[in-house]
């Protein structure tokens, strides 16, 4: 792999992009596509260096996926939360007044 498929100096006139700079997907074009990605649609033997290389940036792409469904099931979670909240504050009022009450209120006194 050269320089400017590792992604250390990118030149200008070539179509491929760098390896990191790729995000996984085809955009129809496979000149456009990292040229290790371009040798495994063609089925050529990849070196251990291309190798290891495309399957790190497989892995640095599935931590990037994973990130953001983690990212987006905290915000569904958080917001259900916040609608939960707003739902019995809105429609519930005198229900938690009564349980704040009942709460705050000191136990009745038995008969002696």
Known sequence: MDRHEKGIEKLPGRL???LPEWNG???GDP????KVVQKLLLKRVLSAEEKAE???RFFELDQRARQ??????TAIVWSAAA??????A???RAWIAE???????????SPA
């Open 25 to 27: 997907s085809y955009w």
């Open 16 to 18: 491929d992009r760098p």
């Open 90 to 92: 809105v429609f519930q």
């Open 99 to 109: 349980q704040v009450m009942a709460w705050l209120s000191p136990p009745p006194s």
């Open 83 to 88: 609608l939960l909240v707003a739902y019995f």
């Open 54 to 56: 495309l399957l790190w």
């Open 68 to 73: 953001r469904r983690a990212r987006i099931h």
């Open 31 to 34: 000149r456009r596509l990292p």
